[in-house]
């Protein structure tokens, strides 16, 4: 007699992705469950998800953390597979994630990325709180924990490491570089409040080392030089991110 395959649950959670979502929720439609979290949502989100069938979990919170360990939590499946409402999986990483999951025995496994700002592919640069290259996305249930933190939460792991996967998700990280800029925006200012919690916001100077170590790592370590000026924007926003959100945390109220 052989073992049941395993069940995958795919994780998404969104707030006001009525536009986006349809054409992530198509790309996952292979999984035995999708749920989507939607959260803070005024717009049709809801709506769209129930319309694909997905399990949907309304509410509202503050941090990125304890909405994705409320979705994480709902899971009914033996994997998981966590993905954005702008970011879509191909059908050979579909097919690449039930091999893998049929036969792994690790914890998690890492998921490769290409970023794309519009329709254009960015391959290089990413990185330093301001873009992902690769992230742990496939996991057993049960065994991802994101920490109370309002953006980029730390995340522990239950089991061991396997093997990166080699087809990646496609991230539409961005519309155009009004969006980049938008992004730097919230982005900091949620960082600044999550520095304003732990009493312990840093230095203006070490901010400002923080600023070319980053801008050089992904500039030139990362090789965003290949992007041309999309790629120096990506490196100098990775750098003006942790200056910007000190002194937001420092100057601002709230």
Not at 12 to 21: F, P, Q, Y
Not at 112 to 135: I, M, Q, T
């Amino acid at each position: 007699m052989t073992n049941a395959l395993p069940k995958l649950t795919v994780v998404i959670t969104a707030h006001n992705e009525e536009d986006r979502l349809p054409e992530c929720l198509a790309h996952v439609a292979f999984a035995d469950e999708i749920i989507v979290l939607c959260d803070k949502c005024s717009d049709k989100t809801e709506q769209v998800a129930k319309a694909a069938g997905a399990k949907t979990l309304v509410g509202s919170w503050v941090m990125e953390g304890e909405r994705r360990n409320h979705a994480l939590a709902q899971v009914s499946g033996d994997w998981v597979l966590e993905v954005d409402a702008d970011e879509h999986v191909s059908e050979e990483l579909a097919g690449e994630i039930r091999d893998v999951i049929a036969t792994s025995d690790f914890g998690f496994h890492n998921l490769p990325v290409d970023n794309y700002v519009g329709e254009r592919l960015v391959r290089y640069g990413w990185g330093s709180s301001f873009g992902k290259s690769a992230y742990g996305g496939l996991f057993r249930a049960g065994g991802k924990h994101w920490g109370p933190q309002r953006v980029h939460p730390a995340v522990t792991f239950q089991g061991k490491k396997g093997p990166g996967l080699n087809h990646p998700v496609r991230h539409y990280v961005d519309r155009n570089i009004s969006d980049m800029i938008k992004r730097l925006d919230s982005y900091s200012t949620a960082r600044a409040a999550d520095l304003r919690d732990s009493g312990n916001i840093g230095t203006f100077a070490n901010n400002i080392r923080r600023l070319f170590s980053r801008f050089i790592r992904c500039y030139v370590g990362r090789k965003g030089y290949k992007e041309g000026g999309i790629g120096f924007l990506t490196a100098l926003f990775a750098g003006l991110f942790p200056v910007i959100s000190y002194i937001k945390a420092k100057y601002e109220d709230n």
